[in-house]
């Protein structure tokens, strides 16, 4: 501090009297590329054993071929090229109905999906970072599991907003009988608060059993919707899985809630709370990803 305040302002190293790094060399670079190469897993211990040199040198060689170490990203299923077709020609279809209908194909698009809510869901470890001082005591946080109580959830909505929230009874299971149920109660729902969209909006949901049974499909067909095709294990191209689920468990975690009911006004609330603007993010988020898969050759959207 005191060299710039006396108005020296070069930040480049000065000649000094120490060994330079004699490790860091082409043909260093080049084993090390070829050690990283041919197993991606290796360990920096095991790279300086190899090449006999320490951690400084290697990570300037590291940072000069542009590696870094990254965790793999867990996928719900290895799709095979069947299925990455099936799911490039289903985006294809949709961009191509968006393209030609434009932000009007959007607003017909009613997505609904079902997900847990824990009376106790702990906190990720990115809410529960925390400014420490350097002479701040060290703290420890003991893992904990999301309680055994629950609720399940099935929600609706669009771009304006939520239109339905249900919430399944104690002993109630999800199937056909109470999925066509649901979908009764979300004729209802879209007579009331989307009256202009009554006959005129696309059902998107995705290949659960109980949405796809032939007793639903039936149902389905009786009420006159139409219902936008979804390819297998594509979470990553439902608004609900890749928008909503996360934020809405982000507002639950760290409470302990003494009831079902409190979990359901609880999540009522976050749904009411959240705004247009989140809902109109999401389904337009959409447009991007079926673009995303297209350019991917069918393969899981990253986020």
């Known amino acids: 501090m005191a060299r710039f305040s006396s ?22 670079e080049e084993h090390l590329d070829q050690l990283i190469r041919a197993n991606r897993r290796i360990t920096t211990r095991e790279l300086c054993t190899e ?64 997900t847990w809510c824990h009376l106790y869901e702990p906190e990720s470890k990115r809410q529960s ?49 109470h999925y066509i149920m649901t979908l ?38 009786n009420l006159g919707w139409t219902v936008l095709p979804h390819s297998p294990y594509s979470p990553d191209l439902a608004p609900s899985d890749f928008h909503m689920f996360r934020p809405m468990k982000d507002g639950l975690h760290g409470q302990h809630f003494p009831s079902n009911d409190a979990v359901v006004r609880a999540v009522k609330q976050w749904a009411t709370s959240a705004g247009a603007d989140f809902y109109e993010c999401g389904m337009e988020a959409l447009v991007q990803r079926w673009r995303k898969c297209i350019a991917t050759g069918g393969d899981y959207v990253k986020k």
Not at 12 to 28: E, F, G, I, L, Y
Not at 102 to 109: A, K, M
């Open 184 to 221: 009764t109660k979300l004729k209802a729902q879209i007579s009331g608060v989307r009256p202009e969209k009554k006959t005129t909006f696309l059902l998107q949901h995705d290949n659960a059993r109980p949405h796809t049974s032939l007793k639903t499909v039936e149902h389905i067909a």
């Open 129 to 177: 970072m925390e400014w420490r001082h350097v002479n701040s005591p060290s703290k420890k946080k003991f893992k904990t599991l999301p309680s055994a109580g629950k609720v399940m959830c099935t929600v609706f909505w669009d771009r304006k907003g939520v239109i339905l929230l249900d919430f399944l009874e104690p002993g109630q299971t999800i199937n056909s009988d």
């Open 51 to 114: 090449l006999n040199i320490r951690c400084n040198a290697l990570e300037t060689m590291v940072a000069a071929l542009e590696y870094r170490k990254v965790r793999i990203r867990w996928a719900l299923r290895m799709l095979t090229q069947e299925h990455k077709d099936h799911c490039m020609q289903v985006c294809q279809d949709l961009l191509n109905q968006y393209e030609v209908e434009g932000d009007s194909f959007l607003d017909r698009i009613i997505t609904g999906d079902e």
């Open 7 to 28: 108005g020296d302002s070069d930040v480049k190293d000065k000649p000094h009297s120490r060994q330079p790094c004699t490790a860091v060399t082409p043909q260093n």
